[in-house]
């Protein structure tokens, strides 16, 4: 029998080692998501912490420009999420790009974003396991010096990752550290390469995935990054026109740019998400946590002072990913 939404935030917050002592933020948006609200209210209480909910007019980012960004309520998030020991946040779009985030965790406190249907949330939750092969897959990427990605269709980019201080993101699905953020559910590794070292051709086929727009590619897109930007879009079918008409929207170059890169590693994860259940229902991390799968992203990057309300998640299938001519992934299924 599926579990309720409360039952799940339980056995979540059990991961994220909360405890009777503790107190919980809530950071939420007027009118949105109420049950999952709720759900977490009742699941730290259920477990002895206090709860306390940040509920904001409008956090989320749009779509489309245009966009004005709003920070009047921050300060007042940040100053109420200082004094708690662990935030949730499930706002419809996350914060996981913004100044919000970054400082919450920077002083100190576990974030955790929520933003998947329940059954999606039970059938993947993270766990020791996971854990484990996503801190070997960082690992991997933090001793290494070039990523090198390739595919029958075309693909063949390279991007510099050398040094111990590159950013990497570790993502199992739970925070029981000081200073984390994660995102249930999830299961991938990625890194930040340095700036504006990103260099070749990215071909996009029929069944690569498009995140947030929550669809599959449909026609054959061939991407041209020079120096860390994609300088052009190639491809006669909708796809193609789609993504320039996007990019172009902005009006702002930073769109353009590549911002983070890796591969999935959660095994339950079915490529199949955005067919089976109502797409918009979705936020799409299924999809980027896919065994195999090389996802990129472009638009922001802290590490680069790069901030854009612009961002797309794209995972594809059937590529090869290499660290220094070690492969990690091959045609799609992990080594």
Same mark, same amino acid.
């Given at each position: 029998?599926?579990?309720?939404?409360?039952?799940?935030?339980?056995?979540?917050?059990?991961?994220?080692?909360?405890?009777?002592?503790?107190?919980?933020?809530?950071?939420?948006?007027?009118?949105?998501?109420?049950?999952? %609200?709720? @759900?977490?209210? &009742? $699941? !730290?209480?259920?477990?002895?912490?206090?709860?306390? #909910?940040?509920?904001?007019?409008?956090?989320?980012?749009?779509?489309?420009?245009?966009?004005?960004?709003?920070?009047?309520? %921050?300060? @007042?998030?940040? &100053? $109420? !999420?200082?004094?708690?020991?662990?935030?949730?946040? #499930?706002?419809?779009?996350?914060?996981?790009?913004?100044?919000?985030?970054?400082?919450?965790?920077?002083?100190?406190?576990?974030?955790?974003?929520?933003?998947?249907? !329940?059954?999606?949330?039970?059938r993947l939750m993270g766990d020791a396991d996971l854990r484990a092969t996503v801190e070997a897959g960082g690992d991997k990427l933090r001793a290494g010096s070039t990523l090198h990605v390739t595919s029958a269709a075309g693909t063949d980019l390279t991007a510099d990752i050398s040094g111990g201080d590159l950013p990497i993101t570790h993502q199992w699905g739970y925070v029981d550290q000081e200073h984390r953020w994660d995102h249930w559910p999830s299961g991938f590794v990625a890194c930040f390469p340095h700036d504006r070292t990103a260099e070749g051709r990215i071909v996009l086929q029929p069944g690569d995935a498009l995140i947030p727009w929550q669809r599959y590619v449909r026609d054959e897109v061939a991407i041209t990054v020079e120096k860390g930007f994609i300088t052009e879009v190639e491809g006669s079918g909708a796809d193609a026109h789609?993504?320039?008409?996007?990019?172009?929207?902005?009006?702002?170059?930073?769109?353009?740019?590549?911002?983070?890169m890796g591969w999935g590693l959660l095994p339950a994860a079915r490529w199949s998400a955005f067919d089976v259940y109502d797409p918009r229902s979705l936020y799409g991390q299924e999809l980027r946590s896919t065994a195999g799968n090389f996802m990129w992203s472009t638009g922001p990057n802290r590490f680069a002072d790069r901030e854009t309300p612009a961002h797309l998640d794209?995972?594809?299938?059937?590529?090869?990913?290499?660290?220094?001519?070690?492969?990690?992934?091959?045609?799609?299924?992990?080594?």
């Open positions: 029998m599926p579990r309720t939404l409360r039952e799940l935030f339980v056995e979540q917050l059990r991961l994220c080692h909360v405890a009777a002592d503790q107190q919980v933020a809530v950071i939420a948006e007027l009118g949105q998501k109420t049950d999952y %609200v709720e @759900a977490a209210v &009742a $699941a !730290a209480r259920d477990l002895g912490a206090s709860a306390l #909910v940040l509920t904001a007019s409008s956090l989320s980012n749009p779509m489309l420009p245009p966009y004005e960004p709003d920070g009047r309520e %921050v300060p @007042a998030l940040l &100053a $109420a !999420a200082a004094e708690c020991d662990m935030v949730v946040d #499930v706002t419809v779009g996350g914060l996981i790009h913004s100044d919000v985030r970054t400082r919450i965790t920077g002083n100190g406190k576990r974030m955790l974003f929520v933003a998947e249907p !329940a059954d999606v949330l039970e789609l993504l320039r008409d996007y990019f172009e929207a902005w009006d702002d170059t930073e769109v353009y740019a590549v911002s983070h794209i995972p594809m299938g059937g590529c090869t990913v290499r660290i220094d001519g070690e492969a990690v992934v091959t045609d799609g299924r992990l080594v």
